[in-house]
């Protein structure tokens, strides 16, 4: 439509009502025109008519407004109070805690491995004996979530209540190798790290140090549940632990798989700390040990020599395979690592800076 | 020449501006809707493979120009006379 622009002001007044009808008539086809092509198009492609539905299902989906129900129609509370059946253990559990209850009865929870691991080790104490069974797929399990985990596990809060676990950041730092060697191994880990070491007896002290790093905090009294290349403690205080908690003379020779060195320490401490590799080993205890021989422990540790490719285990050195106990740890240390020919990869520093604390602790 | 282009150009997009509101007030008001549904009967009517667009032209515009309220017409009259009042000189 073209504009009448330019002899407008000539026109009167019906001329222009005239031409605003032609406009608005105009307008209203062209709007016309525009739906039909919509619709038309809306037709060849196939949508047309899907805006309908019939009644019945429409009834289905009416918007519903009674109290206590949501607009579909649906109770909120409706399933809390049902109960379930534990495919496990048979038993009746409400909806609500059906999945804590999953965990814990599966063994497959973060926090169900510790529990039973306490359980484990207080029957431990009382019993005097070592449990072999140990769930390997916690261990699975854990993978994911410790490999690379660097939470501070300084302390660790026991999880006595189920329904509420505590988020306890202690470090579970199982590898596959280390399950494999624990498969090798008579006394499997304990995860218990009761952390307190006082508590634990000395399988169990064994078996946690072979995983954990287990240095003792000096504020806390407690072991420290990161993995053995945690970086908050040196090789040389983990070695001083496990000489201080389990005697010169204890700690007998780590399995097959694990790795020892005999060769000289390494001057070098920066290196030697970070890279050494987890040590799985010290497990094989023999029965000889015992935590009276700390005192001499301590002498033994700031008399060590300097070694190679010492690991970090040196508390396996000093005890020796069933060698004496604490008759100068050093050279027993030495004769003990000898028979351990396997090759360790990461050297360790023979140097303990914590046996101080331990002398605070003694 | 020119200015007597842009000034037409401005009208049109003006014009257009006329065009948008009479679709908002006619989709407003239902019209749009009511013509849909008629839309529908024609395309039962003719069947749903064989529809044109011309056919849809021919039973609906009619309809269309006879459906719209008076409400709309009215102001929309109103808007091209300004319309027209302000380009006139």
Redesign the interface.
Same mark, same amino acid.
């Given at each position: 439509m073209k504009m009448e622009d330019m002899s407008l002001s000539g026109l009167d007044n019906t001329k222009l009502e005239a031409l605003a009808q032609d406009i608005y008539s105009d307008l209203v086809e062209d709007a016309c025109l525009g739906l039909c092509f919509e619709v038309h198009r809306a037709v060849k492609q196939g949508y047309f008519f899907l805006d309908d539905t019939d009644q019945e299902s429409m009834k289905d989906f009416e918007i519903v407004d009674q109290p206590g129900v949501d607009i579909f129609g649906q109770v909120y509370n409706q399933w809390k109070n049902k109960e379930c059946v534990c495919p496990n253990c048979n038993r009746s559990i409400a909806a609500s805690r059906f999945a804590p209850h999953l965990e814990k009865c599966l063994g497959m929870g973060r926090n169900s491995s510790r529990i039973a691991n306490r359980r484990i080790a207080s029957s431990n104490n009382m019993n005097n004996k070592s449990e072999s069974d140990q769930e390997d797929n916690d261990d699975v399990n854990d993978n994911d979530w410790s490999y690379g985990s660097e939470k501070k596990a300084k302390k660790r809060k026991s999880d006595k209540n189920p329904n509420s676990p505590r988020r306890s950041k202690s470090v579970k730092h199982k590898n596959g190798e280390l399950s494999n060697s624990v498969n090798a191994d008579p006394y499997k880990y304990n995860y218990n790290t009761g952390i307190n070491y006082e508590t634990l007896g000395p399988d169990e002290l064994r078996s946690l140090l072979t995983t954990q790093c287990g240095v003792i905090s000096e504020h806390t009294k407690k072991m420290c549940t990161r993995s053995q290349r945690c970086p908050q403690h040196t090789d040389e205080q983990r070695r001083a632990v496990r000489v201080f908690l389990l005697g010169p003379s204890a700690s007998s020779l780590p399995d097959a798989d694990t790795m020892v060195e005999s060769d000289c320490y390494d001057a070098s401490d920066g290196q030697v700390l970070m890279s050494r590799l987890q040590w799985d080993g010290s497990s094989d205890i023999s029965p000889s040990d015992s935590a009276s021989s700390k005192a001499s422990t301590n002498n033994s540790d700031s008399k060590k020599p300097k070694k190679k490719k010492k690991t970090s285990l040196g508390l396996n050195s000093t005890g020796g395979g069933g060698g004496g106990s604490g008759s100068g740890g050093g050279s027993s240390s030495q004769t003990s690592l000898v028979g351990l020919s396997n090759r360790k990869k990461k050297p360790k520093l023979p140097v303990p800076p914590a046996p101080s604390i331990y002398d605070n602790l003694n | 020449f020119y200015w007597?282009c842009v000034?037409?150009h401005a009208?049109?997009i003006e014009?257009f501006g006329?065009?948008e509101l009479?679709?908002a007030k006619?989709t407003e008001c239902g019209w749009?809707d009511q013509?849909?549904a008629h839309?529908?009967d024609v395309?039962k009517e003719k069947g749903?493979e064989h =529809?044109? =667009?011309e056919d849809? =032209?021919v039973e609906?515009?009619p309809k269309?120009?006879v459906l719209?309220p008076d409400s709309v017409?009215k102001e929309?009259?109103q808007r091209?006379?300004a319309f027209?009042a302000q380009?006139?000189?």
């Open positions: - | 007597h000034q037409q009208r049109f014009r006329l065009k009479l679709r006619l749009r013509l849909k839309c529908k395309i749903l =529809v044109t =667009v849809l =032209v609906i515009t269309g120009r719209v017409k929309l009259l091209i006379r027209l380009h006139a000189t």
